[in-house]
């Protein structure tokens, strides 16, 4: 059994057979950290992996089903780390994966420096606007907006985190792609792999997923495409495999 606080529900990863404790008010994941989850490229046996900003747990899970590996996630709302630990005991991975209700900004002293071998985040995407715009619920704004940490944080944390030759991966808006691979290339994250991400074909994208190697040499690939929707609307094969784990 699981103690579900006000209005959280218990929704089903489906692809996973898992699990996932979420809430209307409070949070709900996106599409995006499932395309970052499946994306980002883990150690499967040794090693170590961190997810930053990891608000209900979505992608530590999803990783799960990936690799052996103990994974670390880390999320600074009190409420949003313990619906992560409930769906985490739940789903009896506390064996696996580890709960930090912290500010990515000191997981570098806390944790050590240079000892992950992969690390994913989903930041905040916007920068923050005037409060006479920003989203009223605090839960919500401070998800999607860079009050509590900005995107250099999240790359200058990451750096440090990571081993020599570890993995970062990061998904963003297409908007600050400039803004990525500048600060990447200023904390010795070495862009290897861009993805962009369009709602359907003859739509622009609006979504990047973007993978770095600490000390990387560079040579940058662009993959193909990836199209959340078909013309009618519906989910593409791609997308209904990982959401679903059917074609």
């Known amino acids: 059994m699981v103690q579900l606080k006000n209005d959280e529900r218990l929704d089903y990863l489906l692809a996973e057979d898992l699990r996932i404790i979420q809430s209307p008010t409070v949070f709900s994941f996106s599409i995006d950290a499932v395309l970052l989850a499946r994306f980002a490229q883990v150690p499967f046996r040794k090693g170590k992996i961190i997810d930053l900003c990891s608000g209900n747990g979505v992608i530590p899970l999803i990783l799960s089903t990936k690799t052996k590996c103990p994974i670390t996630a880390v999320e600074i709302q009190q409420r949003l780390s313990d619906m992560a630990e409930r769906s985490v005991n739940y789903n009896q991975l506390d ?4 709960v930090i209700n912290g500010n990515i900004k000191d997981m570098p002293e806390l944790l050590g420096h240079g000892k992950y071998e992969a690390i994913t985040c989903n ?3 916007f920068v923050t606007p005037s409060k006479e715009v920003i989203n009223p619920n605090e839960h ?5 907006h860079e009050i509590l940490c900005t995107l250099e944080d999240v790359i200058r944390v990451t750096s440090r985190l990571l081993k020599q030759g570890g993995k970062a991966a990061f998904v963003h808006r297409p908007g600050r792609l400039m803004d990525i691979l ?3 290339r200023q904390f010795r994250i070495e862009p290897k792999r861009l993805r962009f991400v369009y709602p359907k074909m ?3 994208a609006n979504t990047i997923l973007i993978e770095g190697i600490k ?3 560079p040579d940058l690939k662009i993959l193909p495409p990836l199209y959340i929707h078909t013309d009618d609307n519906q989910y593409s094969e791609e997308v209904r495999e990982m959401l679903y784990g059917d074609r």
């Open 95 to 98: 064996g696996q994966i580890n």
């Open 123 to 125: 930041p905040p995407y």
């Open 140 to 144: 919500l704004a401070i998800a999607r």
């Open 182 to 184: 500048t600060l990447m």
């Open 202 to 204: 003859g739509k622009e």
């Open 215 to 217: 000390d990387g040499r």
